[in-house]
């Protein structure tokens, strides 16, 4: 009898988590969305749900298998609201709550949509945030960590794939990072966390060689880190040039792991160059440039 009563409200658990599950959300067709696409998202006024209830509604579209839902209306939707500062600040306090716990693995990820979109939205709610001040130093500090936790702890590089769209988590990953590093109310030891979880990925696990524009992405917290002085010059090139060697020693064009690791390095170097050389900025031209040179010279 107690087993068959636990059983059952497993089942009642099970089907709630499901009803509470909805995309598109309750209320809304298909068809209303990409009609409401077609219109750039403007939601008028006396409209049912209103804008800032379908936004919560569409998080739920950022794990679903459709890219149509989950990139082309859930992600576009969510991220010209936030540009534009048209939900409120209590509500973008829930998206960042929700979004974080998704990004966390609550609920399990089993298709590998919900984290990187999770991240990537994240990023427009971190950038919001730096305009509005809606979330507390705690809660930004928490999303450093979970950002960075979430870099750290990706092992899916899969990109793009024609019938399933983007997943790209560790370029959206380095998205919500870039945002952070480029938020004034991250501290030094944030940047310098930021720094060490971008690190993890330079490299990525199993000779997974990039092809989807990786190192662009994860330039930019790097570069937003060193404008605000997070290392020194010697640092950076202590830090970059322990990337241009293969564990053990050898030659990085002898192997599948030395050609993936100075194929990636490269692409991140010369990515960094062009920004560096470009740039007004002193901080960073003298905190990266040369060290890039020099890490660039030795694996060519």
Not at 74 to 87: D, I, P, T, V, Y
Not at 104 to 111: I, L, Q, S, V, Y
Request: with cysteine.
């Amino acid at each position: 009898m107690l087993l068959t009563l636990r059983l059952f409200c497993l089942a009642l658990c099970m089907v709630a988590a499901n009803a509470s599950a909805s995309c598109p959300p309750l209320g809304t067709t298909r068809v209303e969305l990409q009609a409401l696409k077609s219109k750039a998202f403007v939601v008028p006024d006396d409209a049912t749900p209103d804008r800032d209830q379908l936004a919560l509604g569409l998080l739920d579209c950022l794990s679903d298998p459709d890219p149509e839902l989950r990139d082309g209306i859930a992600f576009e939707g969510l991220a010209g609201w936030m540009r534009s500062n048209a939900l409120s600040d209590k509500t973008l306090v829930v998206i960042y709550k929700q979004l974080l716990a998704l990004m966390n693995g609550e609920p399990a990820d089993p298709e590998g949509f919900a984290r990187p979109f999770a991240a990537l939205v994240l990023s427009e709610v971190a950038r919001s945030d730096k305009e509005r001040g809606f979330l507390s130093q705690t809660q930004l500090n928490s999303l450093v960590a979970a950002g960075s936790e979430y870099m750290t702890s990706i092992t899916d590089y899969r990109g793009f794939d024609p019938k399933q769209g983007w997943r790209h988590g560790v370029a959206h990953a380095a998205d919500l990072l870039a945002a952070l590093a480029d938020h004034p109310k991250v501290d030094n030891a944030g940047l310098q966390r930021i720094v060490a979880a971008v690190g993890t990925q330079v490299i990525p696990r199993d000779s997974h060689f990039y092809i989807f524009s990786e190192p662009q992405r994860l330039a930019r917290p790097l570069i937003l880190a060193a404008q605000r002085g997070v290392m020194t010059m010697e640092q950076w090139r202590s830090w970059l040039a322990a990337y241009a060697k293969l564990p053990g020693g050898g030659s990085l064009y002898a192997s599948i792991p030395g050609l993936s690791r100075r194929h990636n390095l490269q692409e991140l170097l010369l990515v960094l160059y062009t920004n560096v050389n470009e740039s007004g900025n002193e901080t960073l031209r003298e905190s990266l440039r040369r060290p890039v040179i020099a890490v660039l010279m030795a694996i060519n």
